[in-house]
């Protein structure tokens, strides 16, 4: 019976010990997603005060957004009627006639400034 016991409590200290090892390791990992985090926090304050200098300016630009969208149906009324009155419609005229080639046959001068004289065709 002391085997018995005894292997029981080695059990017991083993299973402890590798139970401390795991949380060692997890203690360790989850520090430094503190620390990330913590990083992560600055960052976002940065950007948070950064953000705020320009927030008047894109309510601004939202307002400017609205006015051109609200003017954007009579702007585009308008671009019709100069479309309509700016179309190109061509002539009705019917197509023109094919150029009609040189009538006989051409005769190349070279001939000529060589000395050469072909009988005529």
Not at 42 to 60: F, L
Request: charged share 15%; net charge negative.
């Amino acid at each position: 019976m002391t085997t018995l016991v005894v292997l029981s409590v080695v059990l017991i200290v083993v299973f402890i010990a590798g139970l401390a090892g795991y949380l060692f390791v997890v203690g360790g990992q989850l520090s430094r997603i503190a620390t990330l985090l913590e990083e992560c926090a600055e960052i976002v304050s940065k950007i948070n005060k950064d953000a705020q200098v320009i927030e008047p300016g894109v309510e601004r630009i939202n307002n400017t957004g609205g006015v051109i969208a609200g003017a954007l149906p009579l702007l585009y009324g308008m671009a019709e009627d100069i479309v309509v009155g700016a179309t190109y419609e061509p002539d009705p005229d019917p197509q023109p006639e094919p150029a009609v080639p040189a009538m006989g046959s051409r005769r190349s001068r070279l001939h000529e400034a060589v000395g050469y004289h072909p009988e005529p065709y």
